[in-house]
């Protein structure tokens, strides 16, 4: 056995503070006192800050990744990187919805969120299939709870119950998957499987039907094609800070848990099968979430279709399988991170005043509340890709990929995305400065922690934009250690 | 003694069966169970992989074989309690008729 040592502890930081913190929230449901519930969108979101102060300080990895605890976690950049992700979102969500009039003051939706949040934290370190399916469970179980947890609201229900169903079906498909990985290979370690995988001379072809199988389930995650059917009922139907939260650190998490195994257990390089296979997603994740979004009147469910070609966009960056198009799918995560949160924080707080997420409901909002408006035009041209917007630097970044593992096709069909996208986005814009109201409408305060977290993501999506050399140093050197 | 190749096309008809019913019912219910025999496919080929091949060198089969049995408890407990709150809203269980969200 080898011996423990202080670095065991550092690596696991995000887990335990996360876990203290879902202890305090339980207490907090079972005191079942009123007055402390108004308090703890920002008792959540202080915890989860405090979390991320603490790992950013002392849980930066060495600079060789080491594989800890048995060899089931990998302590390295991507895995740090997406703990701050998490918990950085973790605690925007929580301040968004202290606004949401239904979850709000529901200790139950703070204490899932971060038993989520510890889920999807260890998603993006696990260096074993156990690990991997227990963290995927973990992060799954509760968001599954989380979409229905308005029990009394039909939309509610029903997005959680489509919810469960897909997820529990794409997940017992990877699960098959790793199961016949763990035959071929005779291991369940995701580093060293690529060797294993050939030395056990395995066909080809029954080990690409694991692969696909896995694949399938990790589509789900990221709502890809061919899982993609269950994210426009769910984020229209789920409360709208956990659409936010799916949308984003959801599929954080899934992208590098996915980039995980496709490098070392499945062995991706450029110019292998791989590349074709995960170019075809995404061009069809593109073209199905874009075309499909022209169409809608509920703004929800638009950011749905959205977030699909979103998923494909990053796709672009991951089938380029060079270290350039992982870092480039990395910071495309970051800049999605930030932006679609300040869409669905704008949309729940329209929602709020008005009870309604339908695309007219936002007409005449430049008038009611221009800085509003303003902001949402600010995070809907980012995720349209305009620089120097986040969504730009970060389009760039995955286009040039394309071109440089030599798929000028892929990036010339995300330019034409790029171009699709642009019309519902302006749409929006348009409904918001140029049409009429349709009555009068009650405009509330902002409170103040709300606007410090907006403008959090704001700044955000203009720095990704603007300066972006720090974080993409970093990003690149993440992605390295994958 | 029976060969591993039974099992695992064992595994794969009891698979493809929970498959079939995933996408043919209709019932909430008995597309959860669909679900249970896909994951039950997948612990017969970890348990059974790990007994002829691997039971000398590792204990990863047995050890994941456990932890989809939790998982899939805790999953069908949210599953049933998340029917139970449609029924309660909608007095359903049938999938076709959980439809007030699409476009």
Sequence with gaps: ?482 | MIPLYWFLVLSAILFCIGLYAVITRRNTIAILMGIELMLNAANINLIAFWRYLYAGSNLDGVIFALIVFAAAAAEVAVGLGLILSAYRSKETIVANDLDTLKG
């Excluded at chain 1, 930081?13 to 876990?19: C, D, M, N, V």
């Excluded at chain 1, 499909?292 to 070609?309: G, T, V």
């Excluded at chain 1, 918001?432 to 977290?453: C, N, Q």
Aim: glycine share 10%.
């Design chain 1, 1 to 482: 056995m080898p011996a423990f040592t202080s670095d065991m502890l550092t690596s696991l930081i995000p887990e335990t503070g996360l876990l203290v913190l879902a202890t305090l929230l339980l207490v907090l449901v079972l005191v079942k006192n009123e007055k402390f519930y108004i308090h703890l969108d920002w008792i959540t979101a202080a915890g989860f800050t405090l979390i991320a102060v603490l790992a950013f300080i002392f849980g930066r990895p060495a600079e060789e990744p080491r594989l800890l605890w048995g060899e089931m976690i990998r302590v390295d950049r991507a895995g740090y990187l997406l703990s701050l992700m998490v918990l950085v979102g973790g605690a925007l969500t929580a301040v968004f919805a202290g606004t949401d009039v239904t979850v709000g003051k529901k200790p139950e939706f703070y204490l899932l969120l971060t038993l989520a949040s510890i889920g999807l934290v260890l998603m993006g370190t696990s260096a074993n299939l156990i690990m991997l399916y227990l963290a995927i469970e973990t992060a799954a179980i509760p968001l599954y709870v989380l979409a229905g947890i308005k029990y009394r609201d039909a939309w509610s229900v029903e997005s959680g119950i489509k919810y469960l169903l897909f997820g529990g079906f794409s997940s017992a498909i990877m699960l098959y998957g790793f199961s016949l990985l763990y035959g071929f290979a005779g291991t369940t370690k995701i580093y060293g499987m690529v060797d294993a995988l050939r030395a056990s001379g395995t066909p080809l072809a029954a080990i690409i039907l694991a692969a696909i199988m896995v694949l399938a389930g990790f589509t789900f995650k990221i709502s890809a094609i061919p899982f993609h059917f269950w994210a426009p009922d769910v984020y229209q139907g789920a409360p709208t800070p956990v659409a936010g939260f799916l949308s984003t650190v959801s599929k954080a998490a899934g992208f590098i848990a996915l980039a995980r195994i496709l490098i070392n257990a499945l062995g991706v390089e450029s110019g292998n099968v791989w590349m074709i296979i995960l170019a075809v997603i995404s061009a069809a994740s593109m073209f199905i979430g874009n075309l499909l979004a022209i169409p809608q009147k509920n703004l929800k469910r638009m950011i749905a279709y959205s977030s699909i070609a979103q998923a494909g966009y990053i796709l672009i960056g991951v089938a380029s399988g060079s270290e350039f198009g992982f870092s480039a799918a990395i910071y495309y995560l970051v800049a999605y991170l930030v932006t679609n949160l300040a869409v669905f924080a704008i949309i729940n707080w329209i929602e709020y005043e008005t009870g309604s997420t339908e695309i007219s409901t936002f007409a005449g909002l430049n008038r009611r509340e221009p800085g509003l408006a303003l902001l949402l035009m600010i995070a809907l041209l980012s995720l349209g890709g305009i620089p120097p917007l986040a969504g730009f630097f970060a389009k760039v970044l995955v286009f040039g990929a394309a071109i440089q593992s030599g798929m000028v096709w892929l990036a010339i069909l995300g330019i034409i995305n790029s171009v699709i996208a642009l019309y519902y986005y302006l749409r929006v814009m348009k409904v918001m400065y140029v049409d009429e109201p349709a009555g009068s409408i009650k405009v509330d305060k902002l409170p103040v922690v709300w606007t410090v977290a907006l403008a959090v993501c704001i700044i955000g999506i203009v720095l990704l934009g603007v300066v972006y050399s720090p974080w993409y140093n970093f990003i690149t050197l993440a992605a390295m250690g994958l």
